[in-house]
């Protein structure tokens, strides 16, 4: 099946520090890719999807500078938190989507800890 | 606007009984529907989705869902639950029209299923 591969799994660093999160569809093109962030006890909160070779295309509400995000591939998409702040912990999801009807995949997340 | 309800925060059940988990939504026209699950620090695992046809979609694990057009709802269901079922499941929903492909996901529901 298909299979997508978010890494780091954990970061914990300090703040101030920028922190980049890969997210691999492992075997198959992946058209889209998508964001998301998760706080404890609730709901996923979809931060930006994005297509490769163009620009992210970001929520309302969510800091395009703050949170960079570069889909290089069909396979690679990176979100880059910049200057990260202790407001920034949380769990950071990614998925990815082929092409037709297939459902998202999800990637297993990074739990980002900014001290 | 879009939007999916999931009006239990928590549903238990016993071990070798039947489990519902309940999901309704709105959207304009008709919907994709989805259920994803996710176990402590993971990402989500589809389990099954409604595009098109029967209404009654067979999934992963033994689950099922009906899509009931009149009700508006796609509640999940196992026949008999397993103590591993134990965890966090999300209902989704995407608009056909919606060339964005993304996923509206409702507040979650725990499942406890004990022995």
């Known amino acids: 099946g298909a299979v997508v591969s978010q890494h780091p799994s954990w970061v914990i660093c300090k703040s101030g520090t920028s922190v980049k999160i890969e997210c691999r569809s492992l075997?198959?093109?992946?058209?889209?890719m998508f964001w998301y962030r998760q706080f404890p006890k609730q709901s996923l909160m979809l931060m930006a999807t994005?297509?490769?070779?163009?620009?992210?295309?970001?929520e309302q509400g969510v800091e395009k500078d703050k949170f960079l995000i570069n889909h290089a591939s069909l396979t690679l998409s990176t979100l880059t938190v910049t200057s990260a702040h202790p407001e920034d912990s949380s769990f950071y999801i990614c998925?990815?989507?082929?092409?037709?009807?297939?459902?998202?995949?999800f990637g297993d997340g990074t739990r980002l800890s900014i001290l | 606007a879009q939007s999916v309800a999931q009006p239990e925060d928590q549903v238990n059940v016993a071990e070798g009984n039947p489990l519902t988990v309940k999901c309704t939504y709105s959207?304009?026209?008709?919907?994709?529907l989805f259920w994803y699950v996710q176990y402590p620090n993971r990402g989500l695992q589809f389990l099954l989705k409604?595009?098109?046809?029967?209404?009654l979609v067979k999934g992963s694990y033994g689950f099922e869902a009906e899509f009931n057009k009149s009700q508006t709802s796609f509640h999940l269901k196992k026949p008999s639950a397993l103590v591993s079922d134990s965890a966090l499941y999300f209902c989704?929903?995407?608009?056909?029209?919606?060339?964005?492909?993304?996923?509206?996901f409702g507040s979650g529901t725990r499942l406890l299923v004990r022995p």
């Open positions: 998925s990815a989507r082929e092409t037709g009807l297939q459902p998202q995949h």
């Open positions: 075997d198959f093109q992946a058209t889209t």
């Open positions: 994005s297509n490769e070779g163009s620009k992210a295309t970001y």
């Open positions: 959207v304009s026209g008709n919907p994709y």
């Open positions: 409604y595009i098109t046809g029967d209404n």
């Open positions: 989704a929903v995407r608009d056909r029209m919606d060339s964005s492909y993304k996923l509206i």
